[in-house]
């Protein structure tokens, strides 16, 4: 009637658990990232990112200031946001402070809140269709051009050496 296997299977099922939810990334008020963001969990930010910012869920601290683009499933935002915003679930705190167009499934503004921009609602599968694609690097993508040092100009003929 007991056996083994089935003793197995029971351990088998257990280990097929769900997957634990790790911590978020976070960016705290004394960091300055000046570049794009990707990530597939959450981020929190307290201090500065100037650049695009990809994420499923993102919480934008009250001393954050993030100036580009933000996609996510979900944002929060504390802090303030210089850029276009596009997530299905937005939430503005009373301390949010928004320059920029959000396009949304669904918006809340809490009393105080700064926005300028406009907004527009987008079903979920107008959302997916208006995702950006992976700003990931392959082999076939060029380099970025060099930045010339102070004492250094690139001239437009003047070809940089890789």
């Not at 959302?127 to 970025?144: G, H, I, M």
Request: neutral net charge; hydrophobic residues 35%; proline residues 6%.
């Amino acid at each position: 009637m007991f056996s083994k296997g089935n003793k197995n299977k029971a351990q088998q099922s257990s280990a097929a658990a769900p997957k634990k939810r790790v911590p978020p990334s976070i960016i705290s008020a004394d960091l300055t990232i000046n570049g794009n963001l990707i990530s597939d969990g959450e981020i929190q930010i307290d201090g500065t990112v100037k650049g695009d910012i990809q994420s499923k869920d993102l919480l934008v601290g009250e001393t954050a200031l993030i100036e580009g683009e933000i996609v996510a499933e979900s944002i929060r935002v504390h802090g303030k946001v210089d850029g276009q915003i596009k997530a299905l679930n937005v939430s503005l705190a009373q301390s949010a402070h928004v320059v920029g167009d959000i396009l949304h499934d669904n918006l809340s503004i809490e009393t105080g809140a700064f926005l300028e921009g406009h907004c527009k609602r987008l079903s979920d599968g107008e959302f997916q269709k208006s995702q950006k694609p992976d700003l990931k690097v392959t082999p076939e993508s060029k380099a970025p051009a060099p930045t010339p040092t102070s004492n250094e100009k690139i001239s437009p003929t003047k070809k940089a050496s890789a």
